[in-house]
């Protein structure tokens, strides 16, 4: 029987539950982070700089707005997430174009950051699961980690199409492939759910990136020289049809039951 604290516990919960429509959804808001981002930065040739200041504002106002919140909106933490992945974009590229450390530097400068975003989080709170955030500096430190992770898959992507020749379709089979690996890793092995969550979440973005560059990038260049701006807004609206279709529910809270949880909402994908 749900008692009172219960029910206040459930609306301290502003993340979703990790199912496999969660995962759909993060990929194609991935890739629409990529397609958008390099719509402000090149099609719009408005510069990494300055694209990344753009984008940085509406991802601030949203975090703030979700660590704020009193309950979980789908709407609301899907927005922040696309925010955080068109960042990610410029953000990537500014640091491995602009500023002349290259992909290796800067995907090794960002992994440093995601490292060090998880460690600072543990020591704080005592874990970084995504099923233990019910404070709103548990939630800080979720938002600044998935920032720097969204950069990070960037940079990776980049790195695997461009400088490790293996192309935008090449890149996005073996990032494919290497999340193809942490679901058997997850279904078959007591392998630690935590870190292949967060394993997951970061190779995701590369494979968005590498499919989101195969779309608007020239066809010299393996692309399919499709519109940024009209990927962009179609990959848009599938995030929101899919969102809006897709049963959304908060996530489970410290001294919640498992079981339960999945004979009450249905089986979800546990990071514990």
Known sequence: MTNEHDLTRETLSK?????LGFWIIKILATTLGETGGDTLSMTFNLGYLLSTAIFVVPLVALIIWQVRARAFHPALYWATIIASTTAGTTMADFATRSIGIGYPGGASLLFALVLASLLVWHRTIGTVSVNRIASPRAETFYWITIT???????????????????????????FGGALLVLAVLYLT???????????AFVLTRPLGATVGDFLDKPLADGGL????????????????????LIPQRAGSHPGDDPQAGSEKHGRAIRPQ
């Open 148 to 174: 720097f992770s969204q950069t990070l898959g960037t940079a990776l992507g980049d790195w695997a199409a461009d400088t490790g020749g293996l192309g935008y379709l090449g890149g996005a089979a073996l």
């Open 225 to 244: 020289a499709l519109s940024r701006p009209i990927a962009s807004l179609v990959l848009l609206a599938a995030v929101a049809v899919l969102v809006w």
């Open 189 to 199: 092995t007591n392998a630690n759910r935590v870190a292949l969550f967060w394993a």
């Open 15 to 19: 993340v979703p539950a990790v199912t």
